[in-house]
């Protein structure tokens, strides 16, 4: 174990404001999830089909922001924070950009775009068209949320995402609350008033993270300009060294819709205990994701720095902190599993599928919290994301996919198995990571000495 007292306060000054973003947006999240519940299955699956399309967008953008960690992070270790800055203004402008091209097809596609994911399903169609025709128009401005808070992270920023989420997670509860129910005076709007309150939600949460980048937060000075600062040799690094990143983490989101796409064939009952497991098993991501973000920083660091003896010491350090971290919130989503289940409004039926479905989800989190953890913590902040999307390659499309076909279509096995080969690469991704981080092939320095580099 690592004794360095620095480590464990980088570590943990980035981890633990990321756990309480993550738990402030997992429980934002869960109540909004209670509260369209009380409208009926249909109503909670129709909308939990239609974020399945912003689920995908959300784990593309964090892969094209995630694309940059591994550049920044080294870059940040070498104090170039001009080459950051312009690698700032690459990401955000981009992923603006696929929000706006999102909106575009979303407004006019809608109705295919759902019936990917619910089939001829016409009932589970017109529950989600209400909620998705208006909660499209929020999609660039949670592009540039989400791009500025992930780079100010690798920076040692850490409360701009926090902040942003206590404001956004209190206006879109209350907002929703609000429109779902027709309160203080508004009408009742059910599903539409939830894509309401959350495309108000994007407005506010975009707001306030832009004022904090550029006008509160001092230790990353940020002017307007430095957003759109385009410097060409920035797409060449970030075409080597990011995009395999954001390949990766886009192409596991297209294996996501597929895996819901199949699952949405499967009916209504299907549909909406996904949609309750998915949501309670938010709570075991939530480690992983903080520590991952943390993880970045410290390895990505010590190998910019060119310190590889201590890159390797924090990387055993931290997966047995990620192994740890992965058997508490595994026991915790076992032990909540009928508690929570038992808060949404559905059917026996559902409730009894939904709580198997988490019993067995638990069980698959203690390996999805380490291998999670080291590849898009470790592995990334050290340069190996070709590494992490060769292995995420093989899995989700030739073992998930193929396998979840066979056993819902095919074999048509019962719906608990069918979810359970749906996670069936969680059971041995773990021991790769494992494997893979006893090498050195894993380190590599990804920065480049420029004669213009501004001290960070």
Known sequence: MVRDRQFYRTLFLIAVPAALQSLISFSAGTVDTI????????????????????????????????????????????????????????????????????????????????????????????????????????YALFAATTSLAGMLRNVEVVMAALLTSIVSALANVFLNYTFIFGKFGFPALGAFGAGLATAISRVIEFTVIFVYALRIQKKFPLKLGDLFNLKKYIGKEYLKHGVPIAISDSQWAFVGVLKAAIIGHLGTMMVSANAIADTIMGIGYISSGSLAAGAIVVVGKAVGAGDYKKARQYSNTIQIIFACMAVVMASLVFLLRVPIAGLFNVSGEVNALAVSFITIGAFTLLGTLYHAACFVGINRGAGDGRFVLFVDMICGWGVVLPLMFISAYVLMLPFPIVYLVSRIDQCFKWLIAFIRLRGDKWIRNVTVKRPDAEPA
């Open 35 to 138: 509260m369209v519940g009380q409208l009926g299955d249909e109503v909670l699956a129709g909308v939990a089909v239609s974020n399945q399309v912003n689920t995908f967008l959300f784990s593309l953008l964090v892969g094209i922001t995630s694309g940059s960690s591994v550049l920044i992070a080294q870059y940040w270790g070498k104090k170039d924070a001009a080459t950051i800055k312009n690698i700032f203004s690459f990401i955000f402008l981009l992923c603006i950009t696929i929000g706006l091209a999102a909106t575009a097809a979303a407004l006019v596609f809608p109705r295919r775009i759902i019936m990917l994911m619910a089939g001829d399903n016409e009932a589970l169609i017109s529950a989600a068209l209400p909620y998705f025709t208006i909660v499209c128009f929020s």
